[in-house]
């Protein structure tokens, strides 16, 4: 068992089994042991690549996005662009860079970073060098100025809980302990959740149905803000528009591991919902565009373009790792699909280019 295995087991013997999203919670941000305390994660000798990782071409079409967004709203100076989930700053060097086309506008921003590991926000500080940076430990403490925002895989890592619905009502899922003392998901005993009972109607018994109130509060805290202060955000993350079923998961090594088996060492993520951050994004007064999948979203803002002006340059295994990079994450198949996104601007602005308006 891990270090952080052993703390986490005799907190169970001390207290009982543990909530989803409390287990969650200490496997990626324990300040000693947590995943994303003690490494670098991303790229081929971690656990994961993220899109910005993959090409260039993600950060360009994203920062471009945004431009037209500033440029919408008649350029407001200063503004923050910030991010949330950072990484190892390649979106958001890669937005600036692709901003730099757009007279005025990179002298305008003030950039921010939310960032919760030191370990990444050393890497960020050498990859953003040149850069002003401000980094927060949560949205609360972004300044107040119009806001152009936005969050790659990072709603996915927000903590959330699970609930089986049975017979009675729902069980919520937990983590207890195994005969043998190690780590093994359970039940609580069965309860009747109001907050669930929509959920009746479109579930049988077995099924599982995930929340996330983190993501919900980040969403509406993101959404209040824009709609107070003008900007627009873009949430990009793997997920559906309704929940249902058991997407809680784990990466080590590019492969998917047990996710109660080596707590701290291995990503833990889960699909985000993407009908509950839309609902209170518009409970805080903002306005939403309807759910857009990845690869739609990049080719309206044209990657093949970029993709086709980059290869005149490369040949031989270089052209074929960029043309792999654009279908990577473009084609239904790949990420395309699987990847969704949101849009969130001040009421009245338009929506960033790429984006439907949501349905009535």
Not at 23 to 39: D, K, N, Q, S, V
Not at 62 to 74: E, K, M, T, Y
Not at 219 to 224: M, Q, S, V, Y
Not at 244 to 257: E, I, M, R, S, Y
Request: include cysteine.
């Amino acid at each position: 068992m891990t270090p952080l295995g052993r703390i986490l087991a005799a907190q169970i013997v001390a207290e009982g089994p543990m909530r989803l999203d409390r287990y969650m919670g200490a496997c990626l941000l324990h300040p000693e042991h947590g995943y994303y305390a003690t490494r670098d994660p991303f790229g081929g000798k971690g656990d994961f690549i993220t899109a910005p990782e993959i090409s260039q071409m993600f950060g360009e079409m994203l920062g471009l996005c945004l431009a037209q967004a500033w440029l919408d709203q008649g350029r407001p100076a200063p503004f923050l662009l910030a991010e949330a989930g950072p990484g190892r700053g390649t979106l958001m060097a890669d937005m600036l860079r692709a901003m730099r086309s757009v007279p005025g506008m990179v002298e305008a921003a003030q950039v921010h970073l939310i960032e919760a590991s030191s370990t990444l926000r050393e890497i960020q500080r050498a990859r953003l060098e040149g850069h002003a940076v401000t980094w927060h430990d949560s949205i609360d403490t972004l300044p107040e100025a119009p806001l152009f925002f936005v969050a790659n895989e990072f709603l996915d890592a927000l903590p959330i809980r699970q609930f089986q619905r049975v017979e009675k009502g729902w069980a919520e899922r937990q983590v207890g302990l195994a005969p043998d003392g190690s780590l093994a998901p359970g039940l609580a005993p069965p309860v009747r959740l109001e907050a669930l009972e929509p959920r009746i109607m479109d579930t049988k018994p077995c099924d599982v149905v995930e929340t996330c109130a983190p993501a919900r509060s980040f969403t509406e805290t993101l959404a209040a803000r824009i709609a107070a202060q003008g900007g627009a955000a873009l949430l990009i993350d793997y997920g559906n528009w309704h929940s249902l079923g058991d997407t809680f998961q784990a990466l080590k090594a590019h492969q998917p591991v047990d996710p109660f088996e080596a707590p701290g060492e291995a990503d833990l993520t889960a699909h985000v919902d993407f009908e509950p951050l839309a609902l209170a994004a518009r409970a805080a007064g903002a306005e939403v565009s309807a759910m857009t999948a990845q690869g739609v979203l990049l080719e309206r803002l044209g990657i093949t373009a970029r993709a086709q002006m980059l290869a005149q340059s490369l040949d031989g295994a270089a052209l074929d790792a960029h043309i792999a990079a654009h279908r990577r994450l473009t084609h239904p198949e790949e990420m395309g699909h699987l990847f969704q996104s949101l849009a969130i601007v001040a009421p009245g602005a338009a929506l960033p280019p790429g984006f439907d308006p949501a349905r009535p």
